[in-house]
């Protein structure tokens, strides 16, 4: 009878301290779970507020001086400087382009202000039917043409214009309703960054200015994109999660670093279409890969002043480190490879897409797209 009792005691002292152990570790678990919660809320909110607000309010203040020149430009000089303002604007476009979701997919800004090739058939067409710099009824068709249409519109449409062979084009060749086609098209490229800038900050948090542009084209923004991401796992926000929040980001740059590679470098290197090509005219294109590839760096570093190898404190890349070293590590490698080759490029790209060069820099994209695929892997564990 003692015995069937000692043995009765152990079992209840065995399933006590288990019962114990497990509620500790459910503990453990919960506090796991709420301090990866918390160290991944301020990582989203960092990546809103010094990279996609800071980058679309960078490409607002781009544009908007862009817009001012276009208008005076009435000399080589002027011209000269509208080419040098058209780089730093289309930068600014480039480095958002890690983060595409939201109001540049959502809202149909991307492939209207960046589709290529421009359509130099088309405008020729227009050009020679249309008079927009002396009838207003002309003005107001290629207006509408400007605001509605792909490939006749954007940066392309007024690198076009501007650009020729890698250099400003000849100021005296262009024609009037050139020029007017120009300032319509710098007019809407403003407009459109105007409505990507509100749409992360908030309409009431960009420049007075801005926001009656916006009004007055009723294209205020219908969602703020930086208040759900920085609430991510909160009601309202479309990111269920703060870690579904934090994965967007790795997700967002992967779509630009799958682009670059298969699309951008790749269509023309492999032969499946040699006449897309981005920036051709201005000879940009490996400046624009680069730059989209700098996108992924400001993304995951902490900002867009970020510099170096070094993320931000804050940053999700250090977040990373501190959590999944191995993984962060080798995907911060293969960002400063995928970067060394793609400047390794020969350039100009228009000219040399079957260089040898071209495979080197795919082959180090698709290697930096694996290793964010194993980040990603650790972050969702």
């Not at 909110?45 to 980058?55: G, L, P, R």
């Not at 954007?154 to 000849?170: C, D, V």
């Not at 990111?239 to 630009?256: F, Y």
Request: aromatic residues 10%; hydrophobic residues 40%.
């Amino acid at each position: 009878m003692k015995q069937i009792f000692k043995y009765a005691m152990l079992f209840v002292a065995a399933c006590t301290l288990s019962m114990g152990f497990t509620a500790c570790s459910d503990d453990d678990d919960d506090n796991n779970d709420n301090a990866k919660t918390s160290a991944l809320s301020a990582v989203n909110q960092q990546f809103v507020e010094n990279t996609a607000i800071a980058t679309y309010k960078g490409l607002a203040d781009a544009c908007e001086t862009l817009l001012s020149q276009v208008e005076s430009m009435n000399s080589q000089s002027s011209l000269n400087a509208v080419c040098n303002q058209w780089k730093t604007a289309r930068q600014y476009w480039e480095w958002s382009e890690a983060f595409l979701f939201g109001a540049a997919s959502g809202y149909a800004i991307d492939p209207h202000i960046d589709t290529w090739p421009f359509d130099v058939t088309q405008f020729n067409n227009v050009m020679s039917k249309f008079h927009p710099a002396t009838d207003e009824d002309d003005a107001a068709a290629v207006d509408h043409m400007v605001a509605t249409t792909q490939n006749f519109t954007g940066f392309h449409a007024l690198e076009y214009i501007i650009f020729r062979n890698g250099q400003p084009r000849t100021f005296s060749d262009l024609t009037d309703d050139e020029l007017y086609f120009a300032g319509s098209v710098a007019a809407d490229l403003y407009l459109s960054a105007c409505r990507l800038e509100a749409a992360w900050a908030g309409t009431d948090n960009v420049k007075a200015s801005r926001q009656e542009l916006l009004e007055e084209e009723e294209l205020e923004p219908e969602d703020d994109f930086g208040e759900e991401l920085s609430n991510a796992g909160q009601a309202g926000s479309r990111w269920k999660t703060a870690t579904l929040g934090a994965i967007q980001i790795i997700e967002g740059c992967q779509d630009i670093i799958g682009e670059v590679a298969d699309s951008k470098i790749g269509a023309a290197y492999t032969g499946d279409d040699v006449d897309y090509i981005e920036s051709p005219h201005a000879y940009n294109s490996i400046q624009d890969f680069y730059d989209n590839i700098e996108s992924c760096k400001h993304a995951l570093y902490g900002g867009l002043t970020v510099s170096g190898t070094t993320p931000a404190s804050g940053s999700l890349m250090a977040y990373c480190q501190t959590n999944y070293a191995s993984q962060a590590s080798a995907a911060m490698t293969a960002l400063e490879n995928a970067l060394t080759k793609i400047k390794a490029m020969k350039a100009p790209f228009v000219l040399n897409y079957t260089d040898a060069s071209c495979g080197v820099a795919i082959d180090a994209l698709h290697a930096l797209d694996e290793a964010l695929d194993d980040l990603k892997d650790a972050l969702e564990d």
